[in-house]
């Protein structure tokens, strides 16, 4: 392949923008994903869609037709879901077709604390107030309420194995080597919520685009607050502990995502600038 450089147009690609292939978003809660959602509608501006079926058929028939389809969560028949939790299943990987795959992942800690202040902001919701319900737990006053609840542990493995937090707690070593086999059998293009620049880089060369507005602003930001701040070392140990199998599979996307980073042409220095309306 010719050497690839960026020119002093960002909005002409990294390589040839006629390469035929979609991308597929699956977005794992509280790692950025609102962020790159607003990237990719500029990226994508005529052919960005938010996907509401489980389907593969469906899904498999959006691919064809989207140039980029976003996987999160959804409400089907009164339960809450990941509509992609049939197309992750090995059987079902012929429906991503020839589309590029991104997914992010995020320290497990900073995550887990990140989702229970996105939930206590949007406590009053009723979706969030028929998640409780649903569940049947009352919902968690404090950070140290949320952390003792047993389903939110291990978000992205469990994510990974299509099993939304509401329905299963995620523990065994299954689940994990099957988010595993995902990484490395389909090799998605991985991003990392603390490399944020780098992960954008890396979807940039992916998909053979760059992002028109190189002025990025992080959506949906929660800074931590004074009692998140303070947990104790105990906290999070025990949060490390429960978390052990969202370690593992993180820790396996850092080492991926770095080898993914040294496969990528030459570049300039980036210029992608990140600014926040939420004050630290």
């Known amino acids: 392949m010719a050497s690839e450089t960026q020119t002093n147009d960002s909005t002409k690609s990294l390589r040839n923008l006629d390469s035929g292939k979609g991308l597929v978003f699956l977005h794992v809660p509280r790692t950025g994903g609102l962020t790159c959602r607003s990237i990719l509608q500029q990226i994508y501006p005529n052919s960005f869609r938010y996907c509401k079926t489980a389907n593969v058929t469906e899904i498999g028939e959006s691919i064809k037709q989207l140039q980029c389809l976003e996987f999160h969560s959804g409400e089907v028949d009164g339960e809450t879901i990941y509509f992609h939790h049939n197309i992750v299943l090995p059987e079902n990987w012929k429906y991503f077709g020839n589309a590029t795959v991104f997914i992010m992942f995020r320290n497990p800690i900073d995550r887990l604390i990140s989702h229970y202040y996105q939930i206590l902001e949007s406590r009053n919701k009723p979706r969030v107030m028929k998640l409780f319900q649903r569940m049947g737990i009352q919902f968690p006053e404090t950070i140290h309420d949320f952390i003792k609840l047993p389903y939110v542990h291990n978000i992205q493995v469990g994510f990974l194995s299509g099993h939304h937090f509401s329905s299963k707690k995620i523990h065994s070593s299954r689940e994990l080597e099957r988010a595993k086999f995902f990484l490395t059998d389909l090799k998605p293009t991985i991003g990392i919520t603390e ?78 600038r990140f600014y926040s309306l939420v004050n630290p």
């Open 195 to 272: 490399r944020f620049g780098d992960s954008i880089r890396s979807l940039e060369n992916a998909i053979g685009r760059s992002i028109p507005n190189r002025d990025i602003e992080i959506k949906n930001r929660h800074p931590f607050r004074d009692d998140a701040l303070s947990l104790n070392s105990a906290t999070r140990e025990y949060l490390k502990e429960e978390n052990k199998l969202d370690d593992e599979l993180y820790q396996f996307a850092v080492q991926l995502f770095e080898k993914q980073l040294k496969l990528l042409p030459t570049l300039p220095s980036n210029d992608l």
